[in-house]
């Protein structure tokens, strides 16, 4: 992906950010503070699916992460300043000089400075977990018990969640204020010039993320070795970097790491992959299994609640059975099975319309015949 060139919080198009530009169209201020992987681009999909809009991202990059221009001509992107207190201040100024219609969170840090320390004058609040932090494994049962009775508070402050899977949704609804919950389904558009998959079936076992605890790799790694175990001789691809300690890991039980990739990059390996495993120990709703099956691929992946709720079929519990599910998939026939359960998987998951949701979320009324959206003192709410 191309880097995006580092920003001023204050130099972007509002000036000192002293004033609206247009208040006869509705502004959506988009708050991030990890900006890149899937969030960049499921927040990207979402301000190309309502143009008409305002839209205003303000965001934090994280040190070494790669985020392609997708933005440009459709949004403003504006950083946000390093450290907490920092970005916090950042988003109440924003809010206050801005004056949004609606403010859209993306993730749990934008989602308590949103939520917790800024006044909204009367915007719309709007949540996009992204994955709830009270699902991580990697830290103890008191912790998550902490971290949703965080969410819990919050609910109260929140107009609308915009959930990424069926199983956010149904995590969102079990919250105690009854807030507007819709699932957004995620666009996936290929590239027009994007090869078509070729016809020998030797291409590797593929994976793509960060190299995070979240993306559990040892999983990855033991279901690599246990495939050579059985007789596999496929290579196993990691596409992605991150944490050092697990980039070795991986490295050492056989498995090929990239590093990080252009999303270009990253759509060509798919198309010569022979399968892609997703491996996650929890997940909001993950984008790249819909890519891979985009593409043609046959999915094989952990069983765990978001991606069963989505609609995978093809589910292991343990690295041997995933290994074995693999391997399985040198058979033509079974793999051709596999490729068309993919199939079915893409067309139920993107069958609803993203702009439709978003506008529900957003409490706004369809485009009118001038092209202008109604701002939310007009909108339907």
Not at 356 to 372: I, V
Request: with cysteine.
């Amino acid at each position: 992906m191309d880097v995006l060139p580092k920003r001023s919080f204050f130099m972007s198009r509002f000036g000192p950010l002293t004033s609206r530009p247009d208040r006869s169209t509705a502004l959506v201020l988009h708050v991030v503070e990890a900006f890149g992987g899937g969030v960049a681009a499921v927040l990207t999909d979402y301000v190309a699916s309502l143009p008409e809009l305002q839209h205003v991202v303000l965001a934090y990059r994280r040190p070494g992460v790669q985020i392609g221009n997708g933005l440009h001509g459709r949004a403003e992107l504006i950083d946000l300043p390093d450290g907490k207190l920092a970005q916090i201040r950042a988003v109440q100024d924003a809010v206050n000089r801005l004056r949004p219609d609606v403010i859209h969170a993306h993730s749990s840090y934008a989602g308590g400075y949103v939520r917790l320390a800024t006044r909204r004058h009367d915007a719309r609040i709007v949540y996009s977990p992204h994955c709830y932090s009270f699902q991580r494994r990697d830290v103890p049962g008191m912790a998550r018990a902490g971290f949703w009775m965080a969410e819990a508070a919050l609910s109260f402050r929140t107009d609308a969640v915009a959930a990424v899977g069926e199983w956010e949704k149904e995590l969102a609804v079990r919250l105690p204020k009854r807030s507007k919950v819709v699932l957004v389904p995620h666009r996936v558009q290929l590239p027009a010039d994007l090869p078509a998959p070729p016809l020998s079936n030797d291409g590797p076992v593929v994976t793509v993320g960060r190299i995070v605890p979240q993306k559990d790799p040892s999983f990855f790694a033991d279901a690599a070795r246990d495939a050579r175990l059985l007789g596999g001789d496929r290579e196993w691809r990691w596409v992605g970097g991150g944490d050092e300690r697990l980039e070795r890991l991986l490295r050492d039980s056989g498995v090929t790491v990239t590093g990080w990739r252009p999303r270009d990059a990253v759509l060509r390996e798919l198309v010569g992959a022979h399968a892609y495993v997703h491996t996650a120990a929890w997940e909001g709703n993950p984008v790249t299994v819909l890519e891979a099956a985009s593409v043609g691929l046959p999915i094989v992946a952990r069983d765990i609640p978001p991606v069963r709720h989505a609609g995978v079929e093809r589910l292991a519990s343990t690295p041997i059975e995933l290994a074995q599910m693999v391997l399985e998939l040198d058979d033509p026939l079974r793999r051709k099975i596999a490729m068309e359960e993919a199939a079915s998987f893409v067309s139920h998951t993107t069958a609803r319309s993203q702009s439709g949701a978003l506008r529900d979320l957003y409490g706004l009324a369809a485009p009118s015949t001038n092209g202008r959206v109604p701002t939310r003192a007009s909108a339907v709410r």
